[in-house]
Structure formats: C-alpha cells, structure tokens
C-alpha cells in the first residue's frame, strides 16, 4: 500500500506542475471552433507554458483509415502529418521488426515533460533541498556548537553495536553515499559538469556512474534488510520518545531525557531510512527491469479504484501507460525520494561526526563509554549493566571462598 501512496505522490506532483484551469480549458476550446477546428496561437502559447489542453482536434486528424488501407480510406490518402500524428498519438497501425510493444512506440512526447520537470523543478529545488540543509546545520552548530558530555569520562566502555551491526550501518551508508553521488552527477553533468570539464570528460564520468549506480544498489539493499531485522524491535516508538521529543533531545531543560536503545530522532532517522529507502530500492529495480517490473499503471489503477485522485480534485490517473512513460515517472520519483533521504542522511551524517562528542565510538570501535550511555541512552545503559551484572553473578558465586 505504501508504494501505491508514494505513486499517487509523483502522479500529484507531475499533475501539478502542468496546470490548466476548466475556464482556460474551455477558453481555448472556444477560439479554436473559430477556426473550424486548427490549432490557434493560444493552442501554441498554451503548450510552451507547460499547460494541457484538449489537443483531440489533432490525434484525431489522422486520415480516417488510410493509414491500414492507404488511398481507400473515407478521407483519402494519409498527409505526412496526419501519418506523424497518428504515430505520435499511438494510433498507427505500425509492425516493427523486433515485434514488442515498445518498440511499437515510435514517437512519445512526453518525454519532453519529464525532461522539462527533470531540468527544471526537480534539479532547482532538490539543490535548494540539499544546500539549504548543509546551510542550517552549519548555522545550528555556530549557534548550538558541538553537544559535549556533561560527565566525567568513567573509562569503563559497554558495547553499543556489535561487528555484524556495524558492517550493516556501514554498508547502507558507503553504498548510499555512492548511489547519491553518481546520482547527482547523472543529474547534473549536463548542466555543471559538461560546460566547465567538456563533454568527453563528463561523458566517460557519466558512463561510469552508471555502472557504480546499477550495481552498488544490490548493496544497499541487502543493508536495508540487514539493518531493519537487527534494529526494528528496538525503533518501535513508545511513551520515553514524548518526553525526549519534548526536551528536543536535550537542548532544553537541563538534563538530557532517557531513552533506550534508540532515542525518538534515531527512530525518525531509522523510519526515514527504511521506508523511503525501501521505496527508492524498488523503483530502482524497476528501472533495472522496466518491461518485467512496471509500477506506475497498476499502481495508478488501485489509487483510481479508491478514489485518492479526487481526493486533490484531480481526474483519474492514466492506468494505460507505454513502457517509456512508466520508465520516465518512476525515474522521477526515484529522483524525488532520494532527494529527501539525502538532505536526512546529511542531517544524520553531522549528528554522528562533528554534531556531538563520542557518537562516532558506536559505529567505529563499537565501544562507547558509560558516561556518553548515560547521558544519551540511561535506560539502555541501565538494562545493559544488568544484564553484565546477572552473567557475572554465577561466576562470582562459584569462586571458592578464600
């Protein structure tokens, strides 16, 4: 179901980006009878603004049936653009060599909308998204400065995460510091990289991370799972969370507020990284098999079926969609999510290294000292001691007395 809600969110967003209003509709519609039914200069203008409009008055001029029995039909013969129209529109009666569905699909012009909202919407704002959250996290530390440890050390450890922990953390972190960064370059080599390195260089760096892209994923997925089985019983939120988020984790009041294992923002940052990275690893795969694995159309007709468009007052979602199609909505919500999850990992990345004193311990030696457990995680450092204590009770009762 989750899936089938973030698809309703890319098809909002696609939807949105194109507006056009029932009086504009109707307004165009108007000055086009005025023409006997050919395209006017507002149809033209219309287009270049990103809006729709009603354009049947074209993908239905296309000869009648001359196109499967050419010269015979009601019309007459097919005119080069009425041919062009109806391949455009899908309508011809077209047979290719390799015999599929996709390869049937010879012109499909709504890769201009995805390359529209790829270049524009989604490459400015997912900039801001990322510059502006590096942007905040430097205020925050020069207002906040580094969170330090209000206890004296004690010298005395107890372990945080266990080997097979940390190779999980670390391997859901490397893979997707690898998979956002060929994914920007991917994105933005184009219009960064191609102009001030030249278009060979950005070709081979491109060609490249495509490779790294395609094959790091696998990693990251078998992270994800890892990390979910290890960590999900201990991310559960429950009445300890309240009080930390009331406190803000410590950044007011005087002491820092209990929590167990994980505190509420490790949740939110735990829950962020499995559900939006689940639903990013499987648009992924969907892009690696677009033809076996398509998403949106089904995806589309389940949300139709309970209604969720009108919800946003928006008609049913398209449920017939060429492969190209699928391929260009789910790439867009690829990139949309991992946007997201990037700008959260950043926050996540600063928490663990500069943010705060001796947080890097717990992915690194594994060891963190009672004094940070304490003042972070009492709860958890209170049920670890006594657990220590009842494994180390029998061996102290079967030492001979002296």
Avoid: C
């Amino acid at each position: 179901m989750l899936r089938h809600v973030l698809a309703l969110v890319i098809a909002l967003t696609v939807a949105l980006s194109f507006p056009v209003s029932a009086q504009q509709s109707e307004t165009v519609s108007a000055d086009r009878s005025a023409t006997g039914g050919a395209q006017t200069l507002e149809d033209i203008l219309a287009r270049q603004r990103g809006e729709t409009i009603d354009d049947s008055f074209r993908s239905d001029a296309i000869g009648g049936d001359a196109l499967t029995a050419p010269g015979l039909g009601p019309l007459g013969g097919a005119s080069d653009p009425e041919l062009w129209r109806a391949l455009r529109y899908n309508k011809a009666d077209v047979r290719v060599s390799d015999g599929t569905e996709v390869g049937k699909v010879l012109v499909q012009d709504g890769g201009m909308r995805w390359f529209a909202f790829r270049e524009g919407p989604l490459s400015t704002w997912g900039g801001y998204l990322l510059l502006g959250t590096i942007g905040a996290l430097i205020l925050f530390y020069l207002l906040r400065g580094r969170i330090g440890i209000d206890e004296p050390m004690t010298g005395r450890t107890v372990t945080r995460f266990k080997a097979i922990e940390r190779f999980a953390h670390w391997l859901l972190a490397g893979s997707f510091i690898l998979l956002g960064i060929t994914g920007l370059f991917v994105l933005f080599g184009r219009m960064f990289i191609a102009p001030m390195l030249g278009k060979e260089f950005n070709a081979t760096l491109l060609t490249a991370s495509k490779l790294i892209h395609n094959n790091i994923a696998w990693g990251f997925i078998l992270a994800l799972v890892m990390v979910f089985v290890f960590w999900v019983w201990h991310n559960i939120p429950d009445r300890t969370d309240i009080k930390w988020f009331a406190q803000f984790g410590g950044i007011i009041g005087k002491n820092h507020p209990p929590a167990k294992k994980f505190n509420g923002g490790q949740k939110i940052i735990f829950w962020s990284v499995i559900v939006l990275g689940g639903s990013i690893s499987l648009s992924g795969v969907s892009l690696l098999f677009p033809f076996e694995l398509p998403l949106m159309a089904k995806t589309f007709g389940i949300l139709n079926d309970i209604g969720a468009p009108g919800w946003v007052g928006l008609e049913p979602l398209p449920t017939t969609l060429a492969p190209q199609e699928e391929m260009q909505l789910t790439q867009l919500w690829h990139a949309i999510v991992a946007f997201v999850l990037m700008a959260i990992v950043i926050a996540h990345i600063y928490i663990g290294s500069v943010g705060m004193e001796g947080a890097s311990d717990a992915m690194t030696t594994g060891e963190v000292d009672e004094a940070w457990a304490h003042q972070h995680h009492s709860i958890w450092l209170e049920e670890e001691l006594a657990k220590r204590s009842a494994t180390d009770a029998p061996e102290a009762k079967a030492t001979p007395a002296e």
